[in-house]
């Protein structure tokens, strides 16, 4: 029997979908994986994936400037 408090299917695919709508694919992040978390706690992982995206292409994209200046 499901604990009350696990994420269901309806809730999971929401999350699912906003961290494809960040760049985030199923396939580099399957919240199915979570099984037995609460929403809350899925949403805080989803948080923190994002998060980390940005910060990602953030260093990403100074790199890639730091790259330019020093190539002049």
């Known amino acids: 029997m499901a604990n009350i408090y696990d994420a269901g299917d309806y809730e999971i695919r929401l999350l699912q979908g ?7 694919s199923q396939d580099q992040l399957d919240l199915g994986n979570y099984a037995g978390l609460t929403y809350c706690e899925l949403k805080g992982v989803v948080n923190a994936a994002i ?3 940005k910060r990602e292409a953030l260093t990403n994209g ?5 790259t330019s200046k020093s190539s002049k």
């Open 51 to 53: 998060a980390n995206k």
């Open 18 to 24: 906003e961290l494809a709508k960040n760049g985030i």
């Open 62 to 66: 100074r790199q890639s400037s730091d």
